[in-house]
């Protein structure tokens, strides 16, 4: 013989197992979302068979906090309230080893790990891109989780610099010089002025030379 299954309203953390099941169902096999469930106390109502969770308005995308429901359609109707916070895991980037004020940030003094978080942090950055080029503003120890905050920005070219720019065609290569107008990193855009005033727009490579656009 089975057991009789129970009678409900069910204790409050029975509910918040049950409503977790019923958020998982709804956003999807994934491990980097990460659902927790808060409320749906349903002392004080009358025993349902068939209770049935509902997400009011049906939202398109299940994500961040969500208002969620739980129903008895029978014998006695009752509605009980809920939430869920479904937080998504950020790529965040850690230090590999001891680096020291100053240090310019290149993409093997990093290594990325998975960050479970209520609220977004700011200055987390989900690109390695975001950090490398940049320097180091404080001495850090390895397994720091790098924030903007930590770093500043290394400026290859700045504002008025006058640069080596090249300009190449199916069988040329030329160069000549001409004036920044700004600061840019390496593989960044940037603008140009020649000594006759005409402005040029270009591409910042790794060496401080710009390569036109064409």
Known sequence: MHAAAPEWPAQAEQLKVLAADFVRVKIGPSNDLRVSIAGFDSS???????PEFFIPGQLPVVRGFIRLGVRCPQPSAWVVYGSTNITEAQT????KTDLAAGH???SDDLTSAKMFQHTPTAGLNTESVSFVGRTLATALP???????????????IKGGQTVTVYSQGPAFRISSEAQAVGNAVAGQAI???TTSGKMLSGQVLPEGAVELAR
């Open 44 to 50: 004080g109502a009358a025993p349902c068979h068939n």
């Open 92 to 95: 965040v980037f850690k230090l």
């Open 104 to 106: 310019l940030i290149s």
């Open 142 to 156: 390895a397994g720091t989780t790098l924030q903007l905050s930590h770093t500043k920005t290394s400026w290859l």
């Open 191 to 193: 603008q140009l002025r």
